[in-house]
Nanobody, 126 residues
Framework: QVQLVESGGGLVQAGGSLRLSCAAS????????MGWFRQAPGKEREFVAA????????YYADSVKGRFTISRDNAKNTVYLQMNNLKPEDTAVYYC???????????????????WGKGTLVTVSS
């Protein structure tokens, strides 16, 4: 059974940092693009960051560029999201996702993802 399990969420003050982790199991995702999405209360889910299978290219939403960094460790089947200088508007449930494994050399939000985690809550207080 394929699972993506997020961890590292919590409550942090504005300006603080958190590191989210997403551990994959049930299959290897070393050939998959992986990413982070978020959904704030009353809003639709939105793209946050993505990384191709090799880690050679990364993509970010404009709202998090320069503050968030996505990375991966294929040996551990894990993807990370380092979040710095957090703002109250970053408050959301953060979801990890992966595609089916295409060794893609690039990624765009419209490509979509095939596997999703259940999410971890990040709350940023002012």
């Amino acid at each position: 059974q394929v699972q993506l399990v997020e961890s590292g969420g919590g409550l942090v003050q504005a300006g603080g940092s958190l590191r989210l982790s997403c551990a994959a199991s049930g299959r290897t995702f070393s050939s998959s693009a992986m990413g982070w999405f978020r959904q704030a209360p009353g809003k639709e889910r939105e793209f946050v960051a993505a990384i191709i299978w090799s880690g050679g290219s990364t993509y970010y939403a404009d709202s998090v560029k320069g503050r968030f960094t996505i990375s991966r460790d294929n040996a551990k089947n894990t993807v990370y999201l380092q979040m710095n200088n957090l703002k109250p508007e970053d408050t959301a449930v953060y979801y990890c996702a992966a595609d089916r494994g295409l060794y893609g050399s690039s990624w765009r939000p419209y490509y979509g993802m095939d596997y999703w985690g259940k999410g971890t809550l990040v709350t940023v207080s002012s």
